[in-house]
C-alpha cells in the first residue's frame, strides 16, 4: 500500500532513531525505503497514481508532498541505483535505501540506513547500502534457482 513496514532494525550505539521499530510503518512518500519502492518497482506507477489521488501527508517541513517533486526525486534515483531523503521522515535525520530484488525481479524489500542529518561521510556509505542489497539480492536468486542464466540476471539487475 502506501506505508512501508520496517521487518527489522539494528541499532548503533551511538544512534537514538525514536522514529522507526520493527513492524513500525510510515508513509511511503516521506522515507528513504519507500521512495526505493516507488522508484524500483513495477507497482510504482500505480502507487504514483494513488498518492496523487490521495494526497501526500507532511511529517515534517521538508516532506515532499508535491507528486511533481515526488517523481523528480524518483527519477533521479533510478540512474543512481539508491535513495536518499533528507529530514522529510524524520526532523534531523537523513536515509539512503537500495532494492532488494526478488527471484520475480521485483523489488520484494530494501535496505536503508538513517544517520543524523550531521554526519558528513553519507557518501562514503553509498557503495556499502548498494552492496548490501545486491548481495542479499544474489543469495535469493541463487535460493530460488540453480540456472546460471537466471542468476546472471539477477546480477546484471542487482548492479544497476
Request: hydrophobic share 50%.
Given at each position: 500500500g502506501l506505508k512501508v513496514r520496517y521487518l527489522s532494525r539494528i541499532v548503533g550505539a551511538t544512534n537514538n532513531h525514536p522514529f522507526t521499530s520493527v513492524w513500525g510503518e510510515r508513509p511511503i512518500h516521506s522515507t528513504a525505503s519507500g521512495k526505493?519502492?516507488?522508484?524500483f518497482s513495477k507497482d510504482?506507477?500505480?502507487?504514483?497514481?494513488?498518492?496523487?489521488?490521495?494526497g501526500m501527508e507532511a511529517i515534517t517541513r521538508r516532506t515532499i508532498t508535491?507528486?511533481?517533486?515526488?517523481?523528480?526525486s524518483i527519477d533521479s534515483s533510478k540512474n543512481f541505483g539508491y535513495v536518499y531523503?533528507?529530514?522529510?521522515?524524520?526532523?534531523?535525520w537523513k536515509a539512503l535505501a537500495a532494492p532488494v530484488w526478488g527471484a520475480s525481479k521485483e523489488v520484494i524489500a530494501t535496505v536503508s540506513i538513517s544517520m543524523k542529518i550531521e554526519r558528513s561521510?553519507?557518501?562514503?556509505?553509498?557503495?556499502?547500502?548498494?552492496?548490501?542489497?545486491r548481495d542479499i539480492s544474489l543469495d535469493l536468486a541463487r535460493q530460488s534457482s540453480s540456472d546460471t542464466n537466471t542468476t546472471r540476471s539477477f546480477e546484471a539487475e542487482a548492479r544497476r
Open positions: 526505493a519502492f516507488l522508484a510504482g506507477p500505480a502507487l504514483l497514481r494513488e498518492l496523487e489521488k490521495k508535491s507528486i511533481l517533486d515526488l517523481k523528480k531523503e533528507e529530514g522529510e521522515s524524520a526532523i534531523g561521510d553519507i557518501a562514503d556509505l553509498v557503495p556499502m547500502i548498494k552492496n548490501v542489497a
